[in-house]
């Protein structure tokens, strides 16, 4: 069941976080307000989120159920649970910009494409990874998709028109973390999560440029990074560094490290928002649950940190303006993401 509830007001910006350790739980907690969060009920092991562009819908792919629950941001209540040609494992998720489509990949390598004017799957887009797909990106023009596996060392472009393999970019002897497009669409980061043999962390963002994909520009940041996002204006991007605790600012023209910022225990995820003022990044406590540090982007400089449900927590980030509101959602729930947060499913 969930203490669902309409919000109230405009402007308000949500901050939506799957808990995919308990009971099977997003949270919903209103930024700026001292209201309780709203505790929404939907699978086993919820880890993905995405918030549509243009639709008042939250998704959230279910780990352990092999669903994906439909959540209407204006009631914060489940208003279907979508089963059928999801597959097993369901995990990161991402919108097509113009709402009409969104994408969660799953356990057996594939991308699920759901319409969200039926809340019905369309069809299951081949990779060529055999591996969970772990994570996911989409150009902003909406017409490339990418995904890839942190099991696995290579990078599917996708036409997302059709849902056709269009190259594979391969990286060798790494596993690939997060991944975003630039907002120009010429350039795709991808976080170097750790070196395959020997096994240690990855230190590096390699910087792809679209019109080709050849050989990448190498930034190094911190230690397991395992989530990247771009500032509203591209002239920043953000990458959460697990290892060292940590988020590691790229200065994008110049394509290198400009600024640290110390947050919270194993951070991972980094959400953007709306105008552009403050990050808000998801950590773990040392009691297993959740946090969420925040950061002023004027200035660089960790200003507070909010409750943020239970589980570990680990993917890439949307941010979205729905309607009179804002909503910023965490998709959660990188299983390999950090030996030091706690593990599901493996």
């Known amino acids: 069941m969930s203490n669902g509830k309409k919000l109230s007001g405009t402007n308000t910006p949500v901050l939506y976080v799957t808990d995919c350790v308990g009971d099977g739980t997003v949270t919903a907690l209103t930024l700026g307000s001292s209201a309780p969060p709203t505790i929404i009920s939907v699978g086993r092991q919820p880890q993905g989120l995405v918030v549509s562009p243009v639709i008042q819908l939250v998704y959230v792919a279910n780990y352990g159920s092999g669903s994906v629950s439909v959540i209407s941001a204006a009631t914060n209540t489940v208003i279907k649970t979508i089963v059928d040609g999801i597959g ?75 849902g056709t393999l269009v190259t594979t970019i391969q990286l060798g002897n790494y596993n690939p973390g997060g991944m975003a497009v630039s907002p120009s669409g010429s350039q795709l980061y991808v976080c170097i999560y750790r070196q395959v043999n020997p096994r240690v962390s ?12 050849g050989e990448p520009v190498s930034i190094t940041v911190g230690s397991m990074p395992g989530c990247v996002v771009f500032g509203p204006s591209g002239q920043f991007a953000y990458v959460a560094s697990e290892e060292l605790d940590q988020v590691d600012v790229i200065d994008v023209v110049q394509q290198k490290l400009t600024a640290t910022i110390p947050v919270g225990f194993a951070p991972a995820d980094i959400a953007i928002d709306p105008g552009g003022q403050q990050a808000y990044v998801s950590c773990v406590r040392a009691d297993g649950g959740a946090s969420i540090s925040v950061i002023n982007l004027a200035t660089n400089v960790l200003t507070g940190t909010l409750a943020g449900g239970t589980g570990a927590f680990d993917v890439a980030v949307i941010k979205i303006r729905v309607g009179n509101r804002d909503y910023i959602g965490f998709p959660v729930g990188k299983l390999i993401a950090n030996p030091r947060r706690v593990r599901v499913g493996d």
Do not use: C, E
């Open 88 to 162: 097993t494992n369901p995990w990161p998720m991402v919108a097509h910009p113009d709402g009409s489509k969104v994408y969660v990949g799953n356990g057996a390598g594939g991308v699920v494409v759901i319409s969200t004017a039926t809340n019905s799957v369309m069809r299951t887009i081949a990779t060529g990874i055999s591996a969970t797909i772990t994570n996911l990106a989409i150009s902003p023009d909406g017409s490339t998709l990418y995904a890839n596996s942190g099991f696995d060392t290579q990078i599917a472009v996708i036409a997302a028109s059709n």
């Open 202 to 213: 990855g230190t590096t963002v390699s910087v792809f440029d679209t019109s080709t994909y």
